[in-house]
């Protein structure tokens, strides 16, 4: 039985990395306004991702869906990173990742529906992921893109910010926001199919 699949996400990283699986969807993003309650990252990402495809299922109707919601989050000691405040926000976050090591945690929650019954499968995947270190005036002129503006950690791994990184531990595609792979297992384990 084929499913029809919800993306609870504007984001088009998102979009693109489903597009590039083959796989078809709608989008219909959450609308609900984020409520980070914790300080552990991977219960954060969970967290927001039940969020946001739970308040996006209260808008579907019918069976055999899946709505996905998924969250992305930057940690480096501790400390979750998400989409800066402003550019002085983004370049404190820059100078803290120059250099070092930090992890991207992706959470995805797949509220599925089939016959009058409700399935949730909520996990976390965690990326390690190595910066060069940048000098003040590759983190300036970086922000001067706009393109940390509207990132979890201030950069975008596909994008301008390639250059900067050393290397990855893990899913690279759970860095740029959606763990594909490992989302693709579990629906295959769900007895899912959305190809």
């Not at 984020?34 to 990402?45: C, F, K, L, N, Y």
């Not at 709505?67 to 402003?86: S, Y």
Request: proline letters at 4%.
């Amino acid at each position: 039985m084929k499913y029809k699949l919800i993306l609870a996400s504007a984001s088009p990283r998102r979009k693109e990395l489903l597009e590039q699986a083959g796989a078809e969807f709608e989008i219909l993003p959450a609308q609900g306004e984020e409520v980070i309650a914790g300080t552990d990252p991977s219960q954060t990402v969970l967290e927001l991702s039940w969020q946001k495809a739970e308040e996006t299922a209260k808008r579907v109707q019918g069976s055999y869906v899946v709505i996905l919601g998924a969250d992305t989050v930057v940690a480096f000691e501790n400390e979750i990173l998400g989409k800066p405040r402003d550019e002085e926000d983004a370049k404190r976050m820059l100078e803290l990742l120059s250099g070092n090591t930090h992890s991207v945690f992706t959470g995805v929650t797949m509220i599925i529906v089939r016959e009058g019954r409700r399935e949730i499968r909520s996990f976390f995947e965690e990326t390690k992921v190595t910066m060069y270190p940048l000098k003040e005036e590759q983190i300036l002129s970086y922000i001067r893109t706009g393109e940390p503006m509207d990132k979890a950690g201030a950069y975008a791994i596909q994008g301008k910010c390639a250059i900067y990184i050393k290397g990855i531990e893990g899913d690279y595609n759970n860095v740029v926001g959606l763990p594909l792979a490992r989302i693709f297992q579990e629906m295959e384990q769900s007895g899912i199919e959305i190809l």
